[in-house]
């Protein structure tokens, strides 16, 4: 089955600076790749995802970045806010079938005012 | 929508008892599955179901049930509750593949307590 891990499992950033999150999967087959964020005490919340034929995918502030040869793909959260401290989640999809989803350990990224 | 629901939000239980966490999605949804998280262990998968009368086992499912009767409902039943089984639940579900869109969805959680 697929296995996804994470890193790093905690980061702190100063507030305005950017932050990278890297995750790498083991099936090839795998072909779809959603961030999550969580914040505490809720469920987690999608809050970008990137298919195997898009190498990057933008959404204001965030960005997912996914290189297919070498198995792994980033987030990247640019112009760091307060709001944005929270626990994020990287998955990957296997298809064919069974198309379970399957999670990294999670970032707990922390902004520093 | 209500979108993904659970309760109890809270449950404490004796080592021996058993229990059912309710799961509950008003988007039609084909796929519904059922996570525990622990500390250090991110999200994983106990059982999934990808329609109705159709489940299989994920990741951990030890010591834990699941029927899928109708597609709106997915309980998680815990047979005989061990101090292990202490963990926050997190239930899921997503349209399915031939919707055109792998977003999945959760609800906001039960945490569950063992003695």
């Known amino acids: 089955g697929e296995n996804v891990e994470q890193h790093p499992s905690t980061l702190s950033v100063q507030e305005g600076d950017s932050a990278v999150i890297k995750c790498t999967y083991s099936?090839?087959?795998?072909?779809?790749f959603p961030w999550y964020k969580q914040e505490l005490g809720k469920g987690p919340q999608l809050i970008i995802d990137?298919?195997?034929?898009?190498g990057e995918k933008k959404d204001q502030r965030i960005a997912v970045t996914l290189n297919k040869t070498a198995k792994h793909f980033s987030l990247h959260i640019t112009e760091t806010q307060p709001e944005d401290s929270a626990v994020y989640f990287c998955?990957?999809?296997?298809?064919?079938?069974?198309?379970?989803?399957?999670f990294g350990t999670g970032t707990r990224l922390t902004i520093i005012p | 929508n209500a979108g993904v629901t659970q309760t109890p939000k809270f449950q404490v239980l004796k080592t021996g008892q058993s229990m059912t966490l309710q799961c509950a999605q008003d988007?039609?949804?084909?796929?519904m599955s059922w996570y525990r998280q622990d500390p250090g262990m991110g999200l994983r998968l106990i059982h999934y179901?990808?329609?109705?009368?159709?489940?299989d086992q994920g990741e951990v499912p030890n010591g834990y049930n699941v029927s899928r009767s109708t597609t709106e409902d997915f309980p998680l039943r815990l047979l005989s509750a061990a101090p292990s089984q202490t963990s926050v639940y997190f239930c899921?579900?997503?349209?399915?593949?031939?919707?055109?869109?792998?977003?999945?969805?959760f609800g906001p959680g039960t945490r569950l307590t063992v003695l």
């Open positions: 998955a990957a999809l296997e298809p064919f079938g069974n198309e379970k989803l399957t």
């Open positions: 179901s990808v329609g109705a009368g159709i489940t």
């Open positions: 099936d090839s087959a795998s072909n779809y």
């Open positions: 899921a579900s997503r349209p399915g593949a031939r919707y055109g869109t792998d977003t999945q969805y």
């Open positions: 988007m039609n949804h084909e796929y």
């Open positions: 990137i298919r195997s034929n898009v």
